[in-house]
């Protein structure tokens, strides 16, 4: 099928609610908060149509699931590349439709795609350190459950935009925040990652807000003080009109990637504001992101050449 057709038509039938992400709030939880923080489990998000919803992790503040978008021909034994994208939504708020379109078009091109919940502070009372620890389960969950769902264990990619963007780098970069009930055999590093506007750095360099919500920890979760040798190859999208996270941060990161002799692309997008690839906020920049994402991940073996 056609590209420009085959991504206009998901374009089409979809209507995305995105909620983008609120950086000022605090995240941090007070001494009061941790205190009487309510461990009974919440509700979580519905479950997006045409996807199937499968539990990968049970927490205090409530059982988290993926949304996963498989191939039309997909069948039991098939071992296809994988991708589980993250929410933005500055880890206080967020939804998993914010990715149902990527999902739905990667499908269409042979992958698992799976968009997942975590936990974040609006709903769950939490910190970012719980939506990292998260995204690592997600990513072994998938690796740990490939012969069920059809996947290559060694072909998975990490994908988010914003504070999900941060999620999915920390799960290729930062050491630590694996849960303790889980198998560490089965590793929670994706093969490869696919940013969109991420926070890389969440210190005072990268973010002046780092310190205030994370404090003294805020390098703990920092992506960009963890690149090195074998860090899994990147593409990063960013507009560089973007007051939320600045440009000049990834631009850091992929020297730091180059430095390290890792693969990074960054795809600048002039003048472009935070969010900016989202479908229902601009459909060409979403359309544009998605096409070269595709490129990304056909040069890397996971996707069929365009026909």
Avoid at 76 to 83: K, L, N, Y
Avoid at 148 to 163: H, K, M, Q, W
Wanted: net charge positive; proline share 7%.
């Amino acid at each position: 099928m056609n590209f420009r057709f085959t991504i206009a038509l998901i374009a089409c039938t979809l209507a995305v609610t995105v909620q983008f992400p609120d950086f000022n709030s605090t995240s941090t939880l007070s001494a009061a908060e941790k205190k009487g923080k309510a461990t009974a489990k919440k509700p979580g998000w519905r479950p997006l149509k045409d996807a199937e919803f499968k539990l990968y992790k049970q927490t205090d503040q409530g059982d988290l699931h993926l949304n996963i978008y498989k191939p039309a021909d997909w069948k039991p034994g098939d071992s296809r590349p994988a991708i589980v994208f993250f929410f933005g939504g500055g880890w206080r708020s967020g939804n998993p439709s914010q990715f149902e379109p990527h999902c739905r078009y990667l499908a269409s091109r042979g992958m698992v795609a799976c968009s997942a919940e975590y936990r974040i502070k609006s709903k769950h009372n939490t910190t970012p350190f719980e939506c990292v620890a998260d995204g690592k389960s997600a990513v072994r969950w998938i690796r740990e459950h490939a012969a069920e769902l059809g996947v290559d264990p060694n072909r998975i990619v990490a994908g988010g935009g914003s504070a999900g963007g941060h999620v999915a780098a920390c799960t290729g970069t930062v050491i630590g925040f694996e849960e303790p009930n889980e198998n560490k055999k089965i590793s929670s590093a994706p093969n490869a990652m696919a940013l969109f506007n991420p926070v890389v750095d969440t210190t005072e360099t990268g973010w002046k807000g780092g310190p205030q919500q994370l404090g003294e920890r805020c390098k703990e979760i920092s992506p960009i003080h963890f690149v090195r040798k074998g860090t899994p190859p990147t593409i990063i999208f960013h507009g560089t009109g973007d007051t939320t996270v600045l440009f000049e941060n990834v631009e850091r990161f992929t020297d730091q990637m180059k430095q390290k002799g890792n693969r990074c692309e960054l795809i600048p997008y002039p003048d472009q504001p935070h969010g900016f690839f989202n479908l229902s906020r601009n459909k060409k920049n979403y359309e544009d992101t998605i096409e070269k994402l595709d490129t990304f991940l056909t040069s890397l073996g996971y996707l069929p050449p365009q026909k």
